[in-house]
């Protein structure tokens, strides 16, 4: 059997065409919502991201500031510049680029984002919501995740979910939503870096996330008859080629839904971000 796709660009279309709506909408009120990037230092990967994230803001008629701080900015000094941007009426949303150089702690300045520009949802208040259920401003990989397994319109009731990784941008905001629907969510297992027998529970999941960026981690002679996988773990090659942490071909001739490795997780993350930014201009002005 070979899996059906869960098409990030299709949910990402679909998204950013809600997000298009509402942009009309605050339009004719005379108000464009605007995100603030905050990057510390040049590091190359935040660099493509920042490139991707003014595109897409830019593409929907979102306005979208890079402010670039020098690379041996202190954390004092960072938590004083989102400050800045927190009392600052201009500015919708704030967006931290990881990493941060050695030396800043990002809890900090998470914790110095006000949580109502924090498009990214890592304010304590708004992790905080996450556990209350249903947040309108969450981890945007996390909540991309959710809207590739509900496009597969798949009852999750009761089945075994699989988290691989536990980070708090991606696994743990993972699980956490998956048991969001009280008596109707699957039952959720994180593994992890000390999970002592990762194959054991793969071979048992019917859904498997998977967020830890090692080809070849998850052997696809574990996956399960009929599972549902997303490969959140990327690892780009020198070449442009992205492998996800199990090989895409011989997972998909198992599975029943899979995420494409390139025009899955990623096209669905940026519209959230998207989302979120509109959302929290609504917030602000009480919409
Ligand atoms: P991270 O380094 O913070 O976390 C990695 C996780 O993997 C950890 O929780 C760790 O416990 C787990 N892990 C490491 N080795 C393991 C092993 N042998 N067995 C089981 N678990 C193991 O990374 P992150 O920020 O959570 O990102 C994870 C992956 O997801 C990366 O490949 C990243 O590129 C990708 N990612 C993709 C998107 C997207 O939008 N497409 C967004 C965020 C992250």
């Not at 960072?78 to 680029?97: A, F, M, P, T």
């Not at 798949?154 to 008596?183: C, D, F, M, Y």
């Not at 048992?204 to 960026?213: N, Q, T």
Request: charged letters at 20%; one cysteine or more; a positive charge.
């Amino acid at each position: 059997m070979a899996a059906q796709l869960m098409d990030g660009n299709v949910v990402a279309k679909r998204i950013k065409d809600e997000v298009a709506r509402d942009m009309e909408a605050l339009k004719v009120k005379g108000i464009i919502p605007s995100l603030a990037a905050v990057q510390v230092g040049d590091n190359p990967e935040s660099k493509m991201y920042v490139g991707m994230q003014k595109k897409n803001c830019e593409a929907i008629g979102l306005v979208y500031n890079l402010h670039t701080l020098p690379a041996d900015t202190s954390e004092t000094a960072l938590v004083r510049y989102i400050e800045k941007l927190n009392s600052d009426r201009s500015v919708n949303g704030i967006i931290l680029q990881m990493p941060l150089p050695q030396g800043i702690n990002p809890r900090s300045a998470q914790k110095a984002l006000s949580p109502a520009k924090d498009v990214e949802g890592m304010n304590p208040s708004n992790l905080g919501m996450l556990l209350y259920g249903n947040p309108k401003i969450g981890p945007c990989t996390a909540l991309s995740v959710m809207e590739l397994l509900r496009s597969t319109g798949e009852n999750l009731k009761g089945r075994e979910a699989v988290v691989v990784g536990h980070s708090e941008i991606v696994g743990k905001p993972v699980a956490i939503l998956l048991l969001q629907w009280l008596t109707d969510s699957p039952t959720v297992t994180v593994c992890h870096i000390a999970t002592k027998d990762l194959e054991s529970h793969i071979r048992r999941a019917d859904i498997i996330i998977s967020a830890v960026g090692k080809p070849g981690l998850i052997k696809p002679e574990w996956v399960k008859e009929g599972a549902i996988i997303v490969l959140v773990g990327i690892k780009r090659l020198p070449d442009g080629t992205a492998l996800g942490d199990v090989d895409f071909e011989p997972a998909s001739a198992k599975a029943s839904w899979i995420t494409p490795v390139k025009g899955g997780v990623g096209p669905v993350t940026t519209a959230i971000l998207l989302r979120n930014t509109v959302e929290v201009t609504k917030m602000q002005l009480g919409i």
